[in-house]
T-cell receptor, first 116, second 114 residues
Framework: NAGVMQNPRHLVRRRGQEARLRCSPM?????VYWYRQLPEEGLKFMVY????????ESGMPKERFSAEFPKEGPSILRIQQVVRGDSAAYFC??????????????FGSGTQLSVL | QKEVEQNSGPLSVPEGAIASLNCTYS??????FFWYRQYSGKSPELIMF????GDKEDGRFTAQLNKASQYVSLLIRDSQPSDSATYLC??????????????FGQGTILTVHP
C-alpha cells in the first residue's frame, strides 16, 4: 500500500515562474491537506480539499496560490509568479475520512521548492 | 503568544535516559493532540495521539495531557540514538469540520548521544 506520493521531490524556479506541486493521497483516502514548512518554522496549514471541492483554504495566501483536487488525478498546489519568500518545503497529507476525533494525517515526503 | 509552543531545544540526553518533551497550547477548546517525529529532510511521522486527560503509553513512548493546564508532553524511555530527530507537537482546535487542520509547534530538536 503506497503512502502519500508527492512530486517532484525538489523543484527549482526563477522568480516570476510558476511552480506546480503534485500529491497523490494514500489509497482509500479522499481528504488532502497541504502544509508549508518555512526554514526554522513549524508546519503551517494551507488548504484542505476533497475531490472537486475546496473545503477550507483559510491558510492560503490571498494571491498567487491556488489548489485543486480533480475527480481524476493528483491534487495540485500551484504557485504563480514565485518569489524568494515562497522557498519552503511543501507537504501534502491525506486522511481516510473526516468527522472523527481520531483523524490522523499521513504525510508525503514533501516538495522542496527553491526560488532563485 | 504562539498558539502552540514548544521549547526549540536542542535537548540532549544520554543513551538510555528518559527524554521529556513539552508543549503548551492557547486554545482551551482544543480536542486532540498529536506528536510527530521528523528526521532531517524527511516527512513528519505520527508517533502518538491523545484526547483524554492523563497518560497514554505505546512502547517506549508516553503522552501526557493536562487540559486544565493546557499542557501536553511526550516521554521517551530508554532513549536511543535513532530517536534523534525534531519532535513536533500538533493540536486540533475545537469547531469546524477540517479535522486534519492542525496547528503545529515549531518543534523540539532532540539529540540522544551514545
Amino acid at each position: 500500500n503506497a503512502g502519500v506520493m508527492q512530486n517532484p521531490r525538489h523543484l527549482v524556479r526563477r522568480r516570476g515562474q510558476e511552480a506546480r506541486l503534485r500529491c497523490s493521497p494514500m489509497k482509500g483516502h479522499s481528504h488532502v491537506y497541504w502544509y508549508r514548512q518555512l526554514p526554522e518554522e513549524g508546519l503551517k496549514f494551507m488548504v484542505y480539499l476533497q475531490k472537486e471541492n475546496i473545503i477550507d483554504e483559510s491558510g492560503m495566501p490571498k494571491e498567487r496560490f491556488s489548489a485543486e483536487f480533480p475527480k481524476e488525478g493528483p491534487s495540485i498546489l500551484r504557485i504563480q509568479q514565485v518569489v524568494r519568500g515562497d522557498s519552503a518545503a511543501y507537504f501534502c497529507a491525506s486522511s481516510p475520512r473526516s468527522g472523527a476525533d481520531n483523524e490522523k494525517l499521513f504525510f508525503g515526503s514533501g516538495t522542496q521548492l527553491s526560488v532563485l | 503568544q504562539k498558539e502552540v509552543e514548544q521549547n526549540s531545544g536542542p535537548l540532549s540526553v544520554p543513551e538510555g535516559a528518559i527524554a521529556s518533551l513539552n508543549c503548551t497550547y492557547s486554545d482551551r477548546g482544543s480536542q486532540s493532540f498529536f506528536w510527530y517525529r521528523q528526521y532531517s529532510g524527511k516527512s513528519p511521522e505520527l508517533i502518538m495521539f491523545i484526547y483524554s486527560n492523563g497518560d497514554k503509553e505505546d512502547g517506549r513512548f508516553t503522552a501526557q495531557l493536562n487540559k486544565a493546564s493546557q499542557y501536553v508532553s511526550l516521554l521517551i524511555r530508554d532513549s536511543q540514538p535513532s530517536d534523534s530527530a525534531t519532535y513536533l507537537c500538533a493540536v486540533r482546535n475545537a469547531g469546524g469540520t477540517s479535522y486534519g487542520k492542525l496547528t503545529f509547534g515549531q518543534g523540539t530538536i532532540l539529540t540522544v548521544h551514545p
